[in-house]
């Protein structure tokens, strides 16, 4: 996989992504300011709920279908199949769980059990997000954000006349499962289109699969726990409103976080596959991702943390003011959770996956810790510097302290030489120029 086709697989990604977000913020301000802080609140209880189930749900797979397809030991159609297969008898449990878990802390709240009911269906169709990772593996991932896009046009489309028509908030509870119901019917068109391997299941897949997956769950479980227990502590502590203020800071805070994705997912398999052919060239991608990631993650956080009133005002107006305080805190910590995306990639290619689920419940530990003392005396900026502490802990600080992991942060150190990042540039534009103008 020559760098060329990994910067126009990621140009792809991002010119989807960026007209996606234009058109999230748009739609997303109509309906925080039509909501209000409490009913938005609301809505991002329940979508944190679901979120935390999430990594049940996938059973760890999102973190190693790339490589299962890129080494080819079994067909592409069994891979998908059997993790689809897997996915599908997850979805109902998890669904069960947060069901009884709402009824048993929000038993008292009807609107609250219903929307987040509501909001599960969700996971339904998210089962079907799988087959992204056979075109991420190819890097054809421009079919895949071009379909994220149309879904999401068709979405807003939904949510704007519901807005006009004063729908209440039920009908916004189910608008992110129609997208994936959408996503979901489109990966199949696309895959039948573009694979000749039908899918299938196998068992014995499965489980090879599963072996390898499962230290992700409890992992990726953990990172759940201390990127969502916040707002669900809010929420639980404080209520609906304070939930609110801080998602609307969290929203901010993430709304470039598609560039990140973009050049995460594209380098992911160019670096397994480096890893496989030499060393030395793997350890300068590492490099070189890390160095790309910190920086820019960097100039964001300086921009937002500058102009953070402004960003809240436009996008929300003056009734989410409590959110500046909280955006200016928690856009620092979106730095550490991209080191922590590209450092997880590391350990799939090194085999250490086995240590994931230290690293996480650590992170997961100390932010409720946190979360529990600092937020009766600082409300939802506790809960803000809660999540920045943790991420700097998790995804920096605590590879000191696990050793078979230490080796990872010598390639963060090296990245922060700004020639690196610099030189990086350079070859990235001389690329493109080549590309579209040479």
């Known amino acids: 996989m020559n760098s060329r086709k990994v910067i126009t697989n990621a140009g792809w990604i991002i010119a989807c992504r960026i007209l996606q977000a234009i058109l999230q913020l748009i739609v997303s301000m109509m309906t925080a300011r039509y909501l209000g802080p409490s009913n938005y609140g609301l809505i991002n209880y329940a979508a944190s709920l679901v979120a935390f189930v999430i990594p049940i749900m996938q059973l760890g797979l999102n973190a190693v279908l790339v490589q299962e397809i890129i080494n080819k030991e079994v067909s592409d159609g069994e891979i998908i199949g059997s993790a689809l297969a897997m996915c599908m008898s997850s979805a109902g449990p998890c669904i069960l769980g947060i069901i009884l878990f709402v009824m048993t802390v929000n038993r008292d709240e009807r609107t609250t059990i219903i929307v987040c009911a509501l909001y599960c269906i969700v996971l339904l169709f998210q089962i079907f997000e799988v087959i992204q990772y056979w075109f991420q593996a190819r890097l054809m991932s421009k079919y895949t954000s071009m379909l994220s896009l149309v879904a999401y046009f068709l979405v807003s489309v939904y949510k704007i006349c519901i807005l006009v028509s004063a729908k209440n908030i039920y009908w916004f509870a189910v608008s992110n499962a129609l997208e994936y119901l959408i996503i979901g019917i489109g990966l199949i068109i696309l895959y039948n289109h573009f694979s000749d391997k039908t899918l299938k299941v196998s068992k014995i897949t499965a489980a090879k699969m599963f072996n390898r997956s499962r230290y992700y769950i409890a992992s990726a479980l953990m990172v759940m726990v201390f990127t969502q227990t916040d707002r669900i502590m809010l929420k639980l502590m404080i209520g609906n409103v304070a939930t609110g203020f801080y998602s609307a800071a969290v929203a901010c805070a993430g709304m470039t976080g598609f560039v990140f994705t973009a050049v995460i997912d594209s380098a992911r398999p160019v670096i397994f596959e480096s890893k496989k052919m030499n060393n030395k060239i793997y350890e300068e991608k590492l490099v070189k991702i890390y160095s790309i990631v910190i920086y820019m ?4 956080s300086v921009c937002i943390t500058i102009f953070a009133k402004y960003i809240i005002e436009l996008l929300y107006g003056s009734q989410y003011g409590t959110s500046v305080p909280v955006l200016r805190i928690i856009v620092w910590y979106t730095t550490f959770s991209y080191i922590g995306a590209v450092r997880n990639i590391w350990i799939l290619a090194e085999n250490k996956q086995r240590y994931l689920w230290i690293i996480n419940a650590s992170g997961a530990f100390m932010n409720i810790l946190l979360n529990l003392i600092l937020i009766p005396f600082w409300g939802i ?8 502490i943790t991420q700097f802990f998790t995804n920096f600080l605590v590879s000191y302290i696990i050793r078979p992991i ?5 390639f963060i150190i090296k990245s ?7 030189d990086t540039l350079k070859k990235l534009f001389n690329i493109l120029f080549n590309r579209f103008i040479g």
């Open 297 to 300: 993650s960097l100039v964001q």
């Open 381 to 388: 900026t506790g809960a803000a510097w809660a999540s920045l």
């Open 406 to 410: 230490v080796n990872n942060n010598s």
């Open 416 to 422: 922060l030489n700004p020639f690196c990042f610099v």
